[in-house]
């Protein structure tokens, strides 16, 4: 199979940053990027671009994988809470929800809140219903509460809501301003917040 010079790179740079893959990893199983969507920004762009390959060429699947397992394996020794986006009947079978119960402890049949080193926020319901942004919101408003609760842990939260939730970065983001510093985003989700807390700032600025 062509591998063009580009992919290379990517592959190569891949496996020397494993923080990368992450960051390209849940991006994509967060958003259901399929073979007609626009990538939002250059990590899902070039994360789309392993992906679509890693189904034909089974020389990156080993890499990847090795790549994944070992910042897994970091963050766990490490005592890193992961933040996934989950239904309320906790069947954990896709996405984010299956790498926290395979990863992080999540508890198959659990669907809110923290068990293991996860912690689960709801964006359908016990049906696999979307739920409605209001009721996110006041999970992700818990969720918040709870972390600020535990200066003591580190939280790594995932674009939860936008893959098979269907809604945009630009709905769920703005729910977790105010969350304390102890949180860690993606690079989409953290730009969006950035921006989101300077457009308020300033409109209270100018009040």
């Not at 490490?78 to 929800?97: K, M, T, W």
């Not at 926290?100 to 709801?122: D, H, L």
């Amino acid at each position: 199979m062509y591998t063009s010079p580009l992919l290379a790179s990517f592959k190569e740079y891949f496996i020397r940053n494993p923080k990368f893959v992450w960051v390209s990893y849940i991006s994509l199983v967060n958003m259901a990027v399929d073979a007609g969507a626009a990538p939002r920004n250059a990590y899902n762009s070039a994360a789309k671009l392993i992906r679509d390959t890693m189904q034909y060429d089974v020389t990156v699947l080993p890499e990847y994988k090795e790549a994944m397992q070992a910042l897994d394996d970091s963050n766990i020794r490490q005592g890193v809470i992961f933040v996934f986006g989950s239904n309320l009947a906790g069947r954990h079978g896709a996405g984010s929800a299956k790498h926290a119960a395979e990863y992080y402890g999540a508890i198959r049949g659990v669907g809110n809140g923290p068990m293991g080193q996860s912690y689960a926020i709801p964006t359908k319901g016990f049906n696999m219903e979307t739920l409605q942004l209001f009721v996110i919101s006041q999970y992700v408003k818990i969720f918040i509460n709870y972390a600020k609760n535990h200066p003591d842990l580190k939280f790594q939260i995932v674009n939860i809501g936008c893959g098979l939730a269907g809604y945009k970065p630009e709905q769920i983001a703005p729910m977790f301003s105010g969350t304390p510093p102890n949180c860690e985003f993606t690079d989409e989700f953290a730009l969006i917040l950035k921006r989101y807390d300077l457009s308020n700032n300033s409109s209270n600025f100018e009040d």
